[in-house]
């Protein structure tokens, strides 16, 4: 093709046109370059097709990701209204009449107010962006905006849940251990062996023990913060703007 065009502007110098060969350089100048922006264009086209794709497959991932990581949340806020609804079974029973309670009851919700459970969450995907500083892959505003503060929203509820568990361990836990019979499968026979001295559960003592912990459970529940909220809206919203790019 270049050697084409090359004869046609030699004939024309040839015959002496100069005026038709600078017409038909020109011209030729003009074709090249259209073609060379055709060819960006293509080139861009396909760059945009290739993000758009790669954009779509991150997306998928996301919006797997969160929805376990939902599942894990219903799971664990179960888990923590289960113990608070036990803590203030015990509490509605102050101050405990070891004569006239009722030890089946008890032992059970002693049981289930031991239950602890931490969210954490899959953070896979979220942890690569962020590593990668690949934010910029997501055309969305609200979505990347709300990705790029899921760390710090996770951070802030987590802290009440390390709380309340260290919190269990280093008190409560020990205690109970010390005045029952301990075991997450033994609720039953909590307050059967002779040699415990049930009158522990009278004490001013036990009873602050599980203020405390019914305190820190609905802390975790967000009776006075709305971490717990933040939480969930943000879980919700992260796999409603994945699945509306996804489908667009």
Same mark, same amino acid.
């Given at each position: ?17 100069? $005026? ?22 293509? @080139?861009?086209?396909?760059? @945009? ?11 998928? !991932?996301?919006?797997? !990701? ?92 987590? !802290? ?44 001013? !003592? ?27 809206? $943000?879980? @919700? ?12």
């Amino acid at each position: 093709m270049i050697k084409f065009f090359r004869k046609i502007r030699q004939n024309l110098l040839t015959e002496g046109k100069t $005026t038709k060969y600078f017409k038909y350089a020109i011209g030729e100048i003009i074709l090249v370059v259209i073609g060379i922006l055709i060819a960006l264009q293509i @080139n861009n086209w396909n760059e @945009n097709r290739n993000a758009k794709n790669k954009e779509k497959l991150l997306l998928k !991932e996301l919006n797997t !990701e969160f929805k376990l990581n939902k599942i894990q949340f219903d799971s664990a806020q179960y888990y923590h209204n289960r113990a608070v609804k036990s803590a203030e079974y015990i509490i509605s029973k102050f101050p405990i009449d070891i004569k006239t309670i009722d030890f089946d009851s008890l032992g059970l919700h002693s049981h289930y107010m031991r239950w602890y459970y931490t969210f954490n969450p899959s953070e896979g995907i979220t942890n690569a962006l962020s590593s990668s500083s690949s934010y910029d892959l997501i055309s969305n505003n609200d979505l990347r905006k709300t990705l790029i503060s899921w760390s710090d929203i996770l951070k802030d509820y987590q !802290e009440e849940e390390i709380l309340a568990v260290s919190n269990y361990k280093n008190h409560l836990k020990s205690y109970e251990k010390k005045h029952m019979v301990f075991g997450w499968n033994n609720y039953k026979n909590s307050f059967n062996d002779p040699r415990i001295d049930l009158s522990f559960l009278e004490t001013l !003592e036990f009873e602050n023990y599980v203020r405390d912990r019914h305190f820190d459970l609905k802390e975790i529940l967000g009776s006075e913060t709305d971490e717990l909220d933040l939480v969930l809206e $943000t879980i @919700n919203q992260i796999i409603e703007l994945t699945e509306t790019e996804i489908d667009d």
